[in-house]
Protein backbone atom coordinates (compact mmCIF):
# COMPACT_ATOMS: atom_id res chain seq x y z
CA UNK A 1 0.00 0.00 0.00
CA UNK A 2 1.00 3.23 -1.18
CA UNK A 3 1.72 5.97 1.92
CA UNK A 4 -1.29 8.32 0.02
CA UNK A 5 -3.47 5.00 0.23
CA UNK A 6 -2.69 4.64 3.85
CA UNK A 7 -3.46 8.54 4.87
CA UNK A 8 -6.81 7.93 3.34
CA UNK A 9 -7.45 4.44 4.91
CA UNK A 10 -6.47 6.33 8.24
CA UNK A 11 -9.06 9.00 7.58
CA UNK A 12 -12.06 7.05 6.69
CA UNK A 13 -11.51 4.98 9.66
CA UNK A 14 -10.45 8.38 12.32
CA UNK A 15 -12.93 8.46 14.97
CA UNK A 16 -14.60 11.84 14.12
CA UNK A 17 -16.75 11.47 17.43
CA UNK A 18 -20.17 11.93 18.10
CA UNK A 19 -21.87 15.20 16.99
CA UNK A 20 -24.17 17.15 19.31
CA UNK A 21 -26.02 16.95 15.73
CA UNK A 22 -26.15 13.48 14.78
CA UNK A 23 -29.62 12.17 14.43
CA UNK A 24 -29.27 9.14 16.41
CA UNK A 25 -26.98 7.21 14.18
CA UNK A 26 -29.97 5.24 12.64
CA UNK A 27 -27.43 4.41 9.96
CA UNK A 28 -24.10 3.92 11.83
CA UNK A 29 -21.33 6.63 11.45
CA UNK A 30 -18.81 6.46 8.28
CA UNK A 31 -15.74 5.91 10.38
CA UNK A 32 -17.33 3.27 12.59
CA UNK A 33 -18.78 0.87 10.02
CA UNK A 34 -15.24 1.14 7.84
CA UNK A 35 -13.09 -0.10 10.69
CA UNK A 36 -14.68 -3.46 9.54
CA UNK A 37 -14.90 -2.49 5.72
CA UNK A 38 -12.40 -3.98 3.16
CA UNK A 39 -12.16 -0.63 1.30
CA UNK A 40 -8.72 -1.22 -0.07
CA UNK A 41 -10.22 -4.46 -2.23
CA UNK A 42 -14.28 -3.31 -2.72
CA UNK A 43 -14.86 -2.12 -6.25
CA UNK A 44 -13.87 1.73 -7.15
CA UNK A 45 -17.62 1.60 -8.25
CA UNK A 46 -20.53 -0.50 -6.46
CA UNK A 47 -23.78 -0.15 -8.31
CA UNK A 48 -27.32 -1.65 -6.45
CA UNK A 49 -29.78 -2.12 -8.86
CA UNK A 50 -33.27 -1.25 -7.07
CA UNK A 51 -36.80 -1.04 -8.90
CA UNK A 52 -37.08 2.16 -10.00
CA UNK A 53 -33.33 4.03 -9.69
CA UNK A 54 -29.71 2.97 -9.83
CA UNK A 55 -28.04 2.90 -6.71
CA UNK A 56 -24.55 4.07 -7.75
CA UNK A 57 -21.88 5.02 -5.19
CA UNK A 58 -18.16 5.63 -5.87
CA UNK A 59 -15.85 4.57 -3.23
CA UNK A 60 -13.96 7.90 -1.86
CA UNK A 61 -11.16 5.96 -1.04
CA UNK A 62 -10.50 4.94 -4.52
CA UNK A 63 -11.31 8.24 -5.84
CA UNK A 64 -9.36 10.07 -3.84
CA UNK A 65 -6.27 7.75 -4.50
CA UNK A 66 -7.19 7.82 -8.19
CA UNK A 67 -6.36 11.81 -8.14
CA UNK A 68 -4.22 12.80 -5.09
CA UNK A 69 -0.83 11.94 -3.66
CA UNK A 70 -0.04 13.17 0.14
CA UNK A 71 1.78 15.83 0.87
CA UNK A 72 3.48 15.01 4.36
CA UNK A 73 5.91 17.99 4.35
CA UNK A 74 2.87 20.23 4.18
CA UNK A 75 0.85 18.59 6.54
CA UNK A 76 3.12 18.52 9.54
CA UNK A 77 3.70 22.13 8.97
CA UNK A 78 -0.36 22.81 9.47
CA UNK A 79 0.21 20.50 12.40
CA UNK A 80 2.72 22.52 13.81
CA UNK A 81 0.94 25.87 12.64
CA UNK A 82 -1.90 24.83 14.54
CA UNK A 83 0.06 23.91 17.58
CA UNK A 84 1.95 27.28 17.45
CA UNK A 85 -0.66 29.46 16.93
CA UNK A 86 -3.20 27.72 19.39
CA UNK A 87 -5.73 27.07 16.72
CA UNK A 88 -8.61 24.88 15.94
CA UNK A 89 -7.87 22.65 12.72
CA UNK A 90 -11.42 21.96 12.36
CA UNK A 91 -12.34 25.57 11.53
CA UNK A 92 -12.27 26.57 8.13
CA UNK A 93 -11.22 30.30 8.74
CA UNK A 94 -8.05 28.63 10.82
CA UNK A 95 -7.02 26.84 7.86
CA UNK A 96 -7.56 29.70 5.83
CA UNK A 97 -5.59 31.86 7.99
CA UNK A 98 -2.57 28.81 7.64
CA UNK A 99 -2.87 28.87 3.60
CA UNK A 100 -2.34 32.91 4.31
CA UNK A 101 0.33 32.69 6.64
CA UNK A 102 2.65 31.21 4.79
CA UNK A 103 2.20 33.65 1.39
CA UNK A 104 0.19 31.42 -0.38
CA UNK A 105 -3.04 31.80 -2.39
CA UNK A 106 -5.97 30.45 -2.20
CA UNK A 107 -8.07 29.01 -5.33
CA UNK A 108 -11.54 28.10 -3.95
CA UNK A 109 -13.70 25.76 -0.77
CA UNK A 110 -15.77 23.49 -1.31
CA UNK A 111 -18.25 20.50 0.21
CA UNK A 112 -19.40 17.97 -2.05
CA UNK A 113 -22.41 17.77 -0.08
CA UNK A 114 -23.57 20.85 -1.72
CA UNK A 115 -23.95 19.34 -5.23
CA UNK A 116 -24.84 16.26 -7.10
CA UNK A 117 -22.26 13.18 -6.51
CA UNK A 118 -21.50 9.92 -6.55
CA UNK A 119 -19.06 10.01 -3.57
CA UNK A 120 -20.05 7.39 -1.04
CA UNK A 121 -18.63 9.93 1.96
CA UNK A 122 -18.66 13.71 2.17
CA UNK A 123 -15.89 15.85 1.39
CA UNK A 124 -14.87 19.28 2.51
CA UNK A 125 -11.81 20.53 1.27
CA UNK A 126 -9.79 24.13 0.39
CA UNK A 127 -7.72 23.97 -2.89
CA UNK A 128 -4.89 26.43 -2.66
CA UNK A 129 -1.63 27.45 -4.51
CA UNK A 130 1.55 27.91 -3.62
CA UNK A 131 2.46 29.91 -5.98
CA UNK A 132 -0.03 32.74 -6.32
CA UNK A 133 0.56 33.73 -9.92
CA UNK A 134 1.14 29.95 -10.91
CA UNK A 135 -2.53 27.38 -10.67
CA UNK A 136 -0.61 24.74 -12.56
CA UNK A 137 -0.75 21.47 -10.78
CA UNK A 138 3.34 21.73 -9.63
CA UNK A 139 1.56 24.52 -7.45
CA UNK A 140 -1.82 22.98 -6.18
CA UNK A 141 -2.60 21.06 -2.64
CA UNK A 142 -5.22 20.47 -1.50
CA UNK A 143 -6.46 20.34 2.27
CA UNK A 144 -8.92 17.81 2.54
CA UNK A 145 -11.40 16.38 5.44
CA UNK A 146 -13.41 13.38 4.60
CA UNK A 147 -16.79 13.26 6.51
CA UNK A 148 -16.95 10.17 8.98
CA UNK A 149 -20.20 11.18 10.89
CA UNK A 150 -24.19 11.28 10.19
CA UNK A 151 -24.73 15.09 10.03
CA UNK A 152 -22.80 16.95 7.64
CA UNK A 153 -22.34 20.02 9.28
CA UNK A 154 -19.77 17.91 11.97
CA UNK A 155 -17.79 14.89 11.42
CA UNK A 156 -14.81 15.61 9.62
CA UNK A 157 -11.65 14.32 9.91
CA UNK A 158 -8.53 16.26 10.81
CA UNK A 159 -7.23 17.90 7.53
CA UNK A 160 -4.32 16.27 5.58
CA UNK A 161 -2.58 18.13 2.08
CA UNK A 162 -2.31 16.50 -1.01
CA UNK A 163 -1.03 17.07 -4.65
CA UNK A 164 -1.72 16.97 -7.55
CA UNK A 165 0.44 13.94 -9.33
CA UNK A 166 -1.18 15.04 -12.73
CA UNK A 167 -1.92 18.18 -15.40
CA UNK A 168 -5.37 19.51 -14.69
CA UNK A 169 -5.98 17.00 -12.05
CA UNK A 170 -7.86 19.37 -9.24
CA UNK A 171 -10.58 19.89 -11.91
CA UNK A 172 -11.02 16.92 -13.21
CA UNK A 173 -11.07 15.74 -9.07
CA UNK A 174 -14.17 18.14 -8.92
CA UNK A 175 -16.24 17.24 -12.03
CA UNK A 176 -15.44 13.35 -11.89
CA UNK A 177 -17.07 12.97 -8.95
CA UNK A 178 -20.62 13.48 -10.57
CA UNK A 179 -19.86 11.97 -14.01
CA UNK A 180 -19.90 8.31 -15.37
CA UNK A 181 -21.07 6.49 -18.39
CA UNK A 182 -23.37 4.06 -18.71
CA UNK A 183 -21.73 1.38 -21.85
CA UNK A 184 -23.83 -1.19 -23.47
CA UNK A 185 -21.85 -4.61 -24.18
CA UNK A 186 -23.44 -5.26 -27.57
CA UNK A 187 -22.50 -2.07 -28.95
CA UNK A 188 -20.24 0.21 -27.00
CA UNK A 189 -19.22 2.52 -29.41
CA UNK A 190 -22.60 3.43 -30.40
CA UNK A 191 -24.99 2.49 -27.48
CA UNK A 192 -23.39 4.33 -24.39
CA UNK A 193 -24.72 7.52 -22.02
CA UNK A 194 -22.80 9.88 -20.14
CA UNK A 195 -24.29 11.70 -17.01
CA UNK A 196 -22.63 14.95 -15.25
CA UNK A 197 -25.03 15.19 -12.59
CA UNK A 198 -24.73 12.00 -10.81
CA UNK A 199 -27.45 9.78 -12.66
CA UNK A 200 -29.83 13.01 -12.60
CA UNK A 201 -29.82 13.27 -16.25
CA UNK A 202 -27.86 10.14 -19.34
CA UNK A 203 -27.39 12.13 -22.19
CA UNK A 204 -27.06 9.54 -25.21
CA UNK A 205 -23.31 9.85 -26.08
CA UNK A 206 -23.06 12.83 -23.79
CA UNK A 207 -25.54 14.79 -25.77
CA UNK A 208 -28.59 16.74 -24.10
CA UNK A 209 -32.31 16.69 -26.03
CA UNK A 210 -30.90 18.78 -28.95
CA UNK A 211 -30.09 15.36 -30.97
CA UNK A 212 -33.73 13.95 -30.26
CA UNK A 213 -34.32 14.52 -34.06
CA UNK A 214 -31.99 12.48 -35.56
CA UNK A 215 -32.69 8.43 -35.37
CA UNK A 216 -29.87 6.93 -33.21
CA UNK A 217 -30.90 9.16 -30.27
CA UNK A 218 -31.99 6.50 -27.81
CA UNK A 219 -33.49 8.59 -24.95
CA UNK A 220 -32.38 6.90 -21.58
CA UNK A 221 -35.71 6.42 -19.80
CA UNK A 222 -37.05 4.15 -22.91
CA UNK A 223 -34.27 2.14 -23.75
CA UNK A 224 -32.58 1.63 -20.24
CA UNK A 225 -34.56 -0.57 -17.97
CA UNK A 226 -33.22 -2.65 -14.92
CA UNK A 227 -34.93 -4.04 -11.83
CA UNK A 228 -33.77 -5.54 -8.16
CA UNK A 229 -34.83 -9.47 -9.51
CA UNK A 230 -32.99 -9.52 -12.65
CA UNK A 231 -30.02 -7.72 -10.86
CA UNK A 232 -28.78 -6.13 -14.49
CA UNK A 233 -28.85 -3.24 -16.73
CA UNK A 234 -30.07 -4.02 -19.47
CA UNK A 235 -30.13 -1.82 -23.26
CA UNK A 236 -32.75 -2.14 -25.32
CA UNK A 237 -30.95 -3.97 -27.81
CA UNK A 238 -30.48 -6.98 -25.41
CA UNK A 239 -26.62 -5.51 -24.37
CA UNK A 240 -25.91 -5.46 -20.48
CA UNK A 241 -25.05 -2.18 -19.52
CA UNK A 242 -22.13 -1.49 -17.46
CA UNK A 243 -21.34 1.58 -15.03
CA UNK A 244 -17.64 3.24 -15.40
CA UNK A 245 -16.62 6.37 -13.19
CA UNK A 246 -14.53 8.80 -15.17
CA UNK A 247 -12.11 8.70 -12.42
CA UNK A 248 -10.78 4.95 -13.22
CA UNK A 249 -8.82 6.08 -16.33
CA UNK A 250 -6.65 7.68 -13.55
CA UNK A 251 -6.96 4.59 -11.10
CA UNK A 252 -5.22 2.54 -14.21
CA UNK A 253 -2.73 5.58 -13.99
CA UNK A 254 -1.84 5.40 -10.34
CA UNK A 255 -1.90 1.96 -10.62
CA UNK A 256 1.05 2.01 -13.73
CA UNK A 257 3.04 4.51 -11.83
CA UNK A 258 2.63 2.32 -8.75
CA UNK A 259 2.26 5.70 -7.35
ZN1 LIG B 1 -27.41 -1.47 -26.79
Redesign the pocket.
Known sequence: MTQTEKVLLEMLRENTGVHFLDSGGAYGRHWERNQERDIVHEPPVIVDIEDDWLDIRFSTFHYCRAYLEYDEELTQDFDRWIEETESNPYIVAHQDQWIKDRGWNIIGHGNSYEWENFLDQVIQFITFSLDPNDVDSDNVRLLLQIHGGCDVRGGYTKPRIFKAPYDDVMSDFLYHMSQAMAI????PQ??YWITDDAGVHWYYRGTAGLCEKENWY?NWED?VKYGKEQGKIL?????E?TIIGMFEDYLTEAEEDGA
Open positions: CSNDQHLHCSCGGV
